[in-house]
């Protein structure tokens, strides 16, 4: 297999974003981990990194230190950003092949991304939604799940509620009961008609999730991240 075709192959892998994980460049650069996946991340620093160049980053993660190794691909500076001096300071964001594949961490690093990462779903999960306390006659809008994470999804559906709204959601899994839950409306977005319908990008988090439903989320979750099985080679 070609150089390229290699790269092209790695960076087809899922990444995942994360929410505000940090760690560590050597020599001691602070940065910020903006997704991960399995072959490669995309970090934010105040230092420019030299592509071609390979860093150790130790990723902070419940009171230790998790070492993994990367090439830096690419590195371009984004902006300025005031330091605690009121100093403009750069801000580059970088992306890093990793030399380690994650999935040889799996059980370090599974957690980090189960209780920080945000599924950008690769396949369709369709359900309804209801106005939470709307009465047993109300209509049922559809509801597709593009992001989903342990504390809360983006959706779009045919539908705009306000911002605060509470909404009992269900979504289908694979199982017969599918995911049901209650989720508080953070924010609303118009997206283009659907045949002549309007529809919205719901941001929800969730209110009440039963401990079953709390299991299969969970399990959803894991299942999508434990993709981490590394390319294998032709032939």
């Known amino acids: ?32 981990i903006l997704n991960l996946s399995a072959t490669g991340m995309a970090v934010e620093t ?20 998790i070492p993994i190794v990367g090439t830096v691909a690419w ?51 369709s359900g309804h939604l209801v106005p939470r306390g709307a009465g047993g006659d109300a209509a049922q809008a559809a509801v597709v799940v593009r992001r989903l994470g342990r504390s809360g999804m983006v959706a779009e559906a045919p539908f705009f509620p306000e911002k605060g709204d509470l909404l009992d959601l269900w979504i289908g899994l694979d199982d017969e009961e599918g995911l049901a839950l209650t989720a508080r409306v953070g924010g609303v977005r118009p997206l283009d008609k659907r045949e002549g ?7 929800v988090e969730y209110a009440r999730v039963s401990a079953p439903d709390r299991a299969r989320l969970d399990r959803l979750i894991r299942d999508e991240l434990l993709d981490f099985s590394p390319p294998q080679p032709e032939g």
């Open 197 to 203: 319908i309007p529809w919205a990008e719901l941001t």
């Open 46 to 65: 105040s230092a420019r990194l030299a592509p071609c160049r390979s860093y150790t980053l130790k990723i902070d993660h419940e009171g230790k230190q």
């Open 75 to 125: 590195c371009r500076l984004q902006g300025t950003r005031p330091n605690a001096k009121a100093e403009a300071t750069p801000v580059y964001a970088a992306g890093i092949e990793l030399g380690e594949e994650v999935s040889g961490k799996a059980l370090e690093v599974l957690p980090l991304l189960e209780q920080q990462g945000v599924l950008q779903l690769e396949r369709r999960l």
């Open 1 to 32: 297999m070609s150089s390229d075709s290699k790269h092209h192959e790695r960076r087809l892998r899922r990444r995942h974003a994360l929410d505000d994980v940090r760690g560590s460049l050597l020599f001691s650069y602070e940065c910020r």
